[in-house]
T-cell receptor
Framework: DAGITQSPRHKVTETGTPVTLRCHQT?????MYWYRQDPGHGLRLIHY???????DKGEVSDGYSVSRSKTEDFLLTLESATSSQTSVYFC???????????FGDGTRLSIL | DQQVKQNSPSLSVQEGRISILNCDYT??????FLWYKKYPAEGPTFLIS?????DKNEDGRFTVFLNKSAKHLSLHIVPSQPGDSAVYFC???????????FGSGTRLQVQP
């Protein structure tokens, strides 16, 4: 579905541990995005990338970092996970900023 | 402060009837609006969009209406089908189009 794979699909970890989520695309799209979905908030943008090594912050970027070393992969890292980062994380891609974004199936992350 | 609001958390309609989902926004810089549909355990799927230069856009059973003066948009589904049962998110962005701002979603249930 739109050539987006998120891994892992589910993860349970402990407070204070580092966590990395991966988004892989096969569409060669320039733009990639990370969102989190929480009850009552819809989806909120964490970080996005507009090209290899080009990234910028979104609305809820504190506690998260990203990296994009090649077109197809966009990594989201929680350096020291906290319980408030328990959420469902979605990756999205688009060919350019004027096109609709298409989403992966999400990663459910639980931090105990 | 939520810039995109979906004030109805849920909506139930009979199969074959019209479903009307509503969305309000506060940011006058938004000029491009989208509707996404989401099933459980899947990512949001793009449905339909509208630019602020239009007041209506149709795609099959789905029509989006935009009232710029009221900062209001709506999604009409006619006729509604049981497979339309899902959570619907409206989203908005501005000319820079580097981030989507989502509403909190409306859960639509279409009764057979």
């Amino acid at each position: 579905d739109a050539g987006i794979t998120q891994s892992p699909r589910h993860k349970v970890t402990e407070t204070g541990t580092p966590v990395t989520l991966r988004c892989h695309q096969t569409e060669n799209h320039r733009y990639m995005y990370w969102y989190r979905q929480d009850p009552g908030h819809g989806l909120r943008l964490i970080h996005y990338s507009y090209g290899v090594k080009d990234t910028d912050k979104g609305e809820v970027s504190d506690g998260y970092s990203v990296s994009r070393s090649k077109t197809e992969d966009f990594l989201l890292t929680l350096e020291s996970a906290t319980s408030s980062q328990t959420s469902v994380y979605f990756c999205a891609i688009s060919p350019d900023s004027n096109q609709p974004q298409h989403f992966g199936d999400g990663t459910r992350l639980s931090i105990l | 402060d939520q810039q995109v609001k979906q004030n109805s958390p849920s909506l139930s309609v009979q199969e074959g009837r019209i479903s009307i989902l509503n969305c309000d926004y506060t940011n006058s810089m938004f000029d491009y609006f989208l509707w996404y549909k989401k099933y459980p355990a899947e990512g949001p799927t793009f449905l339909i969009s509208i630019s602020s230069i239009k007041d209506k856009n149709e795609d099959g059973r789905f029509t989006v209406f935009l009232n710029k003066s009221a900062k209001h948009l709506s999604l009409h589904i006619v006729p509604s089908q049981p497979g339309d049962s899902a959570v619907y998110f409206c989203a908005a962005t501005d000319t820079g189009r580097r981030a989507l701002t989502f509403g909190s979603g409306t859960r639509l249930q279409v009764q057979p």
